[in-house]
């Protein structure tokens, strides 16, 4: 398979995951190297396509079909499991979080918690990294979607009674 056909059928893998893929298993699938796909994906993004790169794999993005909000929230490294189960249990989904770095500008990086399985991942994968929030002093921005504007507004509600929310600050 020449490369251009192998990008192709990255898209192509991408497009028909439920899950986001290590490239690793890409390159497994098209019997290359991991480093290889890595190239490659960055030739796609490159050329416009909506590739992004997760703390588990790449994904494609994907129209906005449900509605979306940024909240802007605070807290210690302590209550992020307390934040995000609240998002979750309000119907909510968290698909990244950001942070205004004093000299890099905002920073922003892909989460897609959907689930509660999703979720244990991400805080498995936190207990031996440092959070973007703490670059921050814990002032951090999500983007949450939901099946609903109420559903967003559940989030909201829930993230301000956990004292989390930030007002116009």
Do not use: K
Not at 134 to 157: F, K, M, P, Q
């Amino acid at each position: 398979m020449n490369a251009a056909a192998r990008r192709e059928e990255i898209l192509a893998q991408l497009e028909h995951a439920d899950a986001p893929v290590p490239a690793a298993a890409l390159g497994e699938r098209l019997g290359v190297s991991r480093q290889i796909i890595v190239g490659d994906v960055a030739l796609l993004r490159a050329s416009g396509h909506g590739v992004h790169a997760t703390n588990r794999g790449y994904v494609l993005a994907r129209s906005a079909e449900r509605p979306r909000r940024a909240v802007h929230v605070r807290h210690g490294r302590d209550d992020m499991r307390a934040e995000l189960t609240a998002i979750l249990d309000a119907g909510g989904s968290i698909l990244d979080t950001s942070v205004e770095h004093r000299l890099y500008g905002q920073l922003t990086v892909d989460l897609l918690i959907h689930d509660r399985a999703d979720l244990e991942l991400f805080l498995e994968r936190a207990e031996d990294s440092t959070a973007l929030a703490e670059l921050t002093n814990g002032w951090h921005t999500h983007t949450i979607e939901a099946d609903s504007e109420e559903a967003l507004d559940e989030v909201e509600r829930a993230l301000d009674a956990l004292g989390f929310l930030q007002h116009g600050e």
